[in-house]
Nanobody, 120 residues
Framework: QVQLVESGGGLVQPGGSLRLSCAAS????????MGWYRQALGKQRELVAT???????NYADSLNGRLAISRDNAKNTVFLQMSRLKPDDTAVYYC??????????????WGQGTQVTVSS
């Protein structure tokens, strides 16, 4: 099992920045793609950004240019740097990981989410 713990959320003013972190722990062989998704109140969960183990990134078109996803493979941690935040970015942000287990199984894990609120 893998546990994903997010941190870094909070209240920020429009135009501000935040850096989210997500650390994976537990028993596994490796983590492939890691990513961030978000879900605003009353809306479906949507992709924010993903990053593979070799550093290839993918961003939601509507958010590209304001985000930077990165990871520290040695610490099994993924980061999301968000800038020029808007009220529409208010949502719960979830970390996601594609995990390879030592027995050969593969699975997807989710964190519990961290609230980001953009408001003046």
């Amino acid at each position: 099992q893998v546990q994903l713990v997010e941190s870094g959320g909070g209240l920020v003013q429009p135009g501000g920045s935040l850096r989210l972190s997500c650390a994976a722990s537990g028993s596994f062989f490796s983590i492939n793609t890691m990513g961030w998704y978000r879900q605003a109140l009353g809306k479906q969960r949507e992709l924010v950004a993903t990053i593979t183990s070799d550093g290839s990134t993918n961003y939601a078109d509507s958010l590209n240019g304001r985000l930077a996803i990165s990871r520290d493979n040695a610490k099994n941690t993924v980061f999301l740097q968000m800038s020029r935040l808007k009220p529409d970015d208010t949502a719960v942000y979830y970390c996601n990981a594609d995990v390879q287990y030592t027995n050969g199984d593969r699975g997807t894990s989710w964190g519990q989410g961290t609230q980001v609120t953009v408001s003046s």
